[in-house]
């Protein structure tokens, strides 16, 4: 694989690791107060943009709109799952990894011709 195609995925990557922290990271800290927990998450999604923007803009060079938002979407499952698993102590289950499969099949036929 290419460094130009391999660019925008590990970008993606980087992004979602953000991404996820700034949706789902507080789920730790309940007693913390909302407004707060919100400021946090837009500081935290700054750094997300920064990456999503040029992944999507250098990813469109080879890939299209269609098949970066499938490519995201498997990242962010895949991201979402250990992140749930280390972070939040909440493995998945059978039925949410047999819903992620369905979701990656959808996003494998985005890139048939």
Not at 54 to 65: D, V
Request: glycine fraction near 8%; hydrophobic fraction near 55%.
């Amino acid at each position: 694989m290419s460094l130009d195609r391999l660019y925008p995925i590990l970008l993606l990557l980087g992004s979602n690791l953000f991404m996820t922290f700034a949706w789902y990271g507080h789920l730790k800290y309940k007693s913390a107060p909302l407004t707060a927990v919100i400021l946090v998450s837009w500081g935290i999604a700054f750094f997300e943009y920064c990456l999503m923007v040029p992944a999507n803009r250098l990813g469109s060079a080879i890939y299209s709109a269609p098949q970066l938002k499938g490519m995201q979407e498997v990242i962010t499952l895949l991201v979402f799952a250990g992140f749930s698993a280390w972070y939040l102590e909440q493995p998945l289950k059978w039925n949410h990894w047999a819903g992620f499969g369905l979701i990656v099949v959808a996003a494998w036929l985005i890139f048939l011709d």
